[in-house]
C-alpha cells in the first residue's frame, strides 16, 4: 500500500490531518502534494483553516461529501475549478 493510499485510508475513518501530521505519520516530504493527488483521483478533501494549541496556524485536511453545486459544477467546468490558479497536474 502507498503512503497516498495510507493517508486516503486514514482519512476515510473520518479523522482530520494537519501537513505536520501527514509527513509524521505517514513519512510524505510533500504533503500538500499528497492531498493534491488524493484530489486528481476524485477524492473531496476539504481544508478548514484553525489554529494549534500554541497559537500556530494551520489546515486540517478531512474527507467530506461533495454539495450537489459542487457535483454540477465538476460536471460543466472540470475539476480545475477546485484548484488554485496556477498549479498543473
Excluded at 476515510?12 to 493534491?36: C, M, V, W
Excluded at 488524493?38 to 485536511?61: E, F, W
Amino acid at each position: 500500500m502507498s503512503k497516498i493510499s495510507k493517508v486516503h485510508s486514514y482519512l476515510t475513518t473520518g479523522a482530520e490531518l494537519t501537513p505536520r501530521q501527514i509527513s509524521g505519520t505517514f513519512g510524505l516530504k510533500n504533503p500538500h502534494d499528497a492531498i493534491y493527488q488524493l484530489r486528481n483521483r476524485g477524492v473531496c478533501i476539504y481544508t478548514n483553516s484553525t489554529t494549534l494549541s500554541d497559537g500556530t496556524p494551520t489546515v486540517k485536511y478531512r474527507i467530506g461529501t461533495p454539495s450537489r453545486r459542487m457535483v454540477a459544477l465538476t460536471r460543466m467546468v472540470g475539476g480545475a475549478a477546485f484548484f488554485r490558479r496556477g498549479r498543473t497536474a
